[in-house]
Nanobody, 116 residues
Framework: QVQLVESGGGLVQAGGSLRLSCVAV????????MGWYRQAPGEQRVLVAA???????DYAESVKGRFTISRDNAKNTVYLQMNNLGPEDTAVYYC??????????WGQGTQVTVSS
């Protein structure tokens, strides 16, 4: 069973930066697409950014120009660099990954809180 282990969340002031990391462990198959989602209180979980194994990326409009997703395939790790954070970015951030069998996996979530 693949496990996604996230780190890097926390409390930051508006305008600050955070970097999230997520590593896929115990993966028997190659990890394909990886991404980050977020869920604010009372709202649905939504896609923030995604990256394919070859490096193609996709971003939610609300984070374009501020967030950057990247990955290290050798380490089965995906990163999310978040700059110029605002209170609207406050949410639980979840890592997601698909392997070559198209099975989907989720991390446990990491809290990001941005104070104004």
């Amino acid at each position: 069973q693949v496990q996604l282990v996230e780190s890097g969340g926390g409390l930051v002031q508006a305008g600050g930066s955070l970097r999230l990391s997520c590593v896929a462990v115990r993966s028997l198959f190659s990890i394909r697409d990886m991404g980050w989602y977020r869920q604010a209180p009372g709202e649905q979980r939504v896609l923030v950014a995604a990256i394919t194994r070859s490096g193609s990326t996709d971003y939610a409009e609300s984070v374009k120009g501020r967030f950057t997703i990247s990955r290290d395939n050798a380490k089965n790790t995906v990163y999310l660099q978040m700059n110029n954070l605002g209170p609207e970015d406050t949410a639980v951030y979840y890592c997601n990954a698909y392997d070559t069998t198209r099975s989907s996996y989720w991390g446990q979530g990491t809290q990001v809180t941005v104070s104004s």
